[in-house]
């Protein structure tokens, strides 16, 4: 899932829609949400000069999606599960955990 930096417009892959756990793709919305409206805003959503977890872009749409994780009951090991995405290294993980306040981003084994 992700949002078209030219226009706005989320984009979620079938497979997404149909596999995953209705808590994710809840989640992954409000975050592609946010993103809506950065791009609205003018932000670019890619900034390529930034490590992923360091854009200020991702913390942001992190920070509203952790609390909402929150709010509808999700644990710190599920939120940390949520965390998990294929395209960053553990360092940068604990890194963007420990940035979020989640558990405890310096001791996360995997």
Same mark, same amino acid.
């Given at each position: 899932?992700f949002? +078209?930096? !030219?226009?706005? #417009?989320i984009? &979620? =892959? &079938?497979?997404?829609?149909?596999?995953?756990?209705?808590? %994710?793709l809840?989640? !992954? &919305? &409000?975050h592609?949400?946010?993103?809506?409206r950065?791009?609205?805003? =003018?932000?670019?959503l890619? +900034?390529?000069?930034?490590?992923? %977890? !360091?854009?200020?872009?991702?913390?942001?749409? @992190?920070?509203?999606?952790?609390?909402e994780?929150?709010?509808? =009951?999700? =644990?710190e090991?599920?939120?940390?599960? @949520?965390? #998990?995405v294929?395209?960053? #290294?553990?360092?940068?993980?604990?890194?963007?955990?420990?940035?979020?306040?989640?558990?405890?981003?310096?001791?996360?084994?995997?």
């Amino acid at each position: 899932m992700f949002v +078209d930096n !030219d226009d706005g #417009t989320i984009n &979620i =892959g &079938i497979q997404h829609l149909q596999e995953s756990d209705p808590e %994710v793709l809840y989640l !992954d &919305i &409000i975050h592609e949400l946010v993103h809506v409206r950065q791009q609205r805003e =003018g932000l670019d959503l890619y +900034d390529r000069s930034k490590s992923y %977890v !360091d854009r200020e872009t991702e913390i942001e749409a @992190y920070e509203f999606t952790i609390k909402e994780a929150r709010r509808i =009951g999700l =644990g710190e090991e599920e939120i940390l599960d @949520y965390l #998990t995405v294929e395209w960053i #290294t553990l360092e940068e993980y604990r890194r963007l955990a420990d940035r979020l306040g989640v558990g405890s981003g310096s001791n996360i084994d995997s």
